[in-house]
């Protein structure tokens, strides 16, 4: 498919072609591989590496994946000490996450997926199909209309904010003239700065003063972050006990205890033990689905409005992206208040 795309669009200056990082098969070694790409971008040699890495994709499965990387960065004319030295920095991982993230907002759940001019392709469809969407909007972009007779994908829809109500996983009066929700993963290590540097003032300038009513809302990237559901269940668990928040401060304050530790559930239960919860009824709740499936609803929920990654903010239905410094929350926060 690419190869016709390249011929008849790409170069032809028709299409611009922007390949996105959303690593969901094969857990570890999916985001190895992207890791590998976006580091043989910092050397502007992308394409061959990409292209390297899909021939060879059966071989990397077996053997030291490293040095099979390392063979490939070799053979398309990478620095492979520079190569490798990106490959062990974990900052590298960042623009893999960010693509992640941003698939996240068109509502992609596999791969591959498309967004052709805010249009969302699911899956690879037939050569002819691709064309005839993109000589559609081809047309449409030199006469403002769609050709008669094609049907295309809808554009990505209008965002939806209307939340559904968390009557544990909130704090403050819900009668405050501020609402604010938080999206977040309790294993990504943005929202523990958030949770460091920016929260405690929030609940203390508006949340204990009555002007902010505080959501928490579960938003766990599993693909990079294969603990943040047993996580997020353990929060809710606790929230059973009444102390929903104990355990949220908990999952945040030893979060590089349990982060990518084959045993966290073990630590998720200590943790349970050290905030005086029943552990029976705890270990109970866990093990129920249900639970799961309210994280899910969460998820579905954060998607549904637009949220790219984590974490994310809405404040009386405005969008905030990203761990913040506090100046960014509170200067919302005033002028909303200002405007009531």
Not at 134 to 158: H, K, M, N
Not at 188 to 196: D, I, K, M, S, V
């Amino acid at each position: 498919m690419l190869p016709l795309l390249d011929e008849a669009y790409i170069q032809t200056g028709k299409l611009l072609f922007v390949y996105k990082e959303y690593p969901v098969v094969s857990g570890n070694l999916s985001v190895a591989l992207s890791v590998a790409s976006q580091c043989a971008a910092e050397q502007a040699i992308f394409w061959p590496m990409h292209d390297w890495i899909f021939a060879n994709a059966s071989a990397l499965r077996s053997g030291d994946l490293m040095e099979n990387l390392k063979a490939g960065a070799e053979e398309v004319g990478l620095d492979v000490d520079a190569f490798e030295a990106c490959m062990n920095d974990q900052a590298s991982i960042e623009p893999v996450v960010a693509d992640f993230e941003e698939g996240q907002k068109f509502g992609v759940r596999g791969t591959p997926n498309f967004v052709i001019n805010g249009r969302l392709v699911q899956g690879l469809l037939p050569a002819q199909q691709f064309v005839q969407i993109i000589d559609a909007l081809l047309a449409q972009a030199e006469s403002g209309e769609l050709p008669e007779g094609v049907i295309l994908p809808t554009p990505t829809p209008t965002p939806d904010r209307d939340f559904e109500k968390e009557e544990v996983q909130s704090r403050g009066d819900p009668n405050a003239p501020i609402t604010m929700v938080e999206f977040s993963d309790y294993q990504c290590p943005f929202c523990l700065r958030y949770f460091q540097e920016t929260l405690p003032q929030l609940l203390k300038d508006y949340v204990e003063t009555g002007k902010v009513y505080y959501v928490f809302k579960d938003f766990p990237i599993t693909q990079i972050h294969p603990q943040a559901i047993p996580a997020a269940v353990a929060a809710r668990c606790a929230g059973q006990q009444d102390a929903y928040w104990e355990m949220h401060d908990k999952l945040f304050e030893e979060q590089s205890r349990w982060n990518n530790n084959p045993n966290a559930d073990e630590i998720f239960a200590e943790l349970a033990q050290d905030i005086g919860l029943d552990m029976d009824a705890f270990n109970a709740c866990v093990a129920d689905p249900a639970i799961v499936d309210q994280v899910n609803q969460n998820l579905a929920e954060g998607v549904a409005a637009g949220v790219q990654g984590t974490p994310a903010f809405f404040i009386n239905g405005e969008f905030i992206s990203g761990a913040q410094p506090y100046s960014v929350f509170q200067q919302t926060i005033e002028r909303l208040l200002a405007e009531k």
